[in-house]
C-alpha cells in the first residue's frame, strides 16, 4: 500500500515490497527454467538430426553366381560382415541383369569397412564357367537315372551344375546337349563322370543285343559247295568170282 504526501512524493510500505520483490524473482526464476528446457530440447532434436544425415549408403554389384556364396548358410556369412563392421547389409534381387545389389547402410567407418570385406570376399571366389557337351539320345537315362538320382550324384561329386536340355516326346533327336555350370576343374570331373555313364551305357546295349542275335556255327574253311559223294564200295576177289559164275551159268534140265 503506499501513501501520497502533500508535495507529491510516495511511501511504499515495507510490508508489500517483500511478498511483491519475491513473487518477481519467482517468475524470473520459472521464465529461466522453462528457457533452460526447451533449449534441452532443440538440442536434443539437432542432434537428431546431424545423427540422421551421417547415415552412409553404398551399393555393391554382386555376381549372381556369387551371391549364395556371400549370404552363406542361414546367412551366416552376411551376419559375420555386419558384425565385424557395424554397417546393415540388404541386398536387391534383379532377374534381368546377370548381378545382384548388395546395399550398405551406416556411419561412413562402418559402411566403408563392409564394402572393402565384400569386395574381398568376391575377389577369393573362383572363377564360375560355363561349358556344353552333347550326348546321344539313347544315354540320356542313364545320365539322369531314376528321379534324377545320378544326374543329382554328378552335381554333388564334381560341384558342377549339371542341366540336360528338355525336349518334346514327339521330338526324334539323336543328340541331347548338357549345360555344365562351375569352376574348369569342376567342370572336367562333371565331364567324365558322363562320359562314363555314356560308356557304361553302350556296354549294356552292345550285350543286350548279342544276346537277341542268333548264333551260326560254320567253319570258315568250309567251301559252300555240296559235299561230294561218298565213293561206291569195293567188291571182293570172292565176290566177283561168284558174280561171274552166276552169269555164265547154264540152265540146268527139267526133270
Known sequence: MCLVFRDGTMAVNTKLALPVALGLSLVTVTALVVYYVFKKDEEKTSDKVVKSARVNVIEVKVPK????????????????IENKSGALIHFKKFTDQEYDVCTIRGRTETT???????????????????DTMTVPGWACGRIIGSGGENITDISHRSGAKVKIE???ASDKVTQRQVTL????????VAKGLIENCVAQEK???EIEQSKRSPRHVSSP???????????????????????AHVKYKRPGKIC
Do not use: V, W, Y
Open 221 to 243: 574253311s568250309q567251301s559252300p559247295s555240296a559235299s561230294p559223294a561218298p565213293p561206291a564200295p569195293e567188291d571182293a576177289p570172292g565176290d566177283m568170282h561168284h558174280n
Open 181 to 188: 555350370r562351375g569352376t574348369k576343374e569342376q567342370i572336367q
Open 65 to 80: 553366381s556369387i551371391m549364395p556364396a556371400l549370404i552363406g548358410r542361414g546367412g551366416s556369412n552376411i551376419k559375420d
Open 203 to 205: 556296354c549294356r546295349r
Open 166 to 168: 528338355s525336349i518334346q
Open 112 to 130: 566403408q569397412l563392409a564394402e572393402t570385406l565384400i569386395h574381398d570376399f568376391i575377389k577369393q571366389q573362383p572363377l564360375i564357367e560355363q
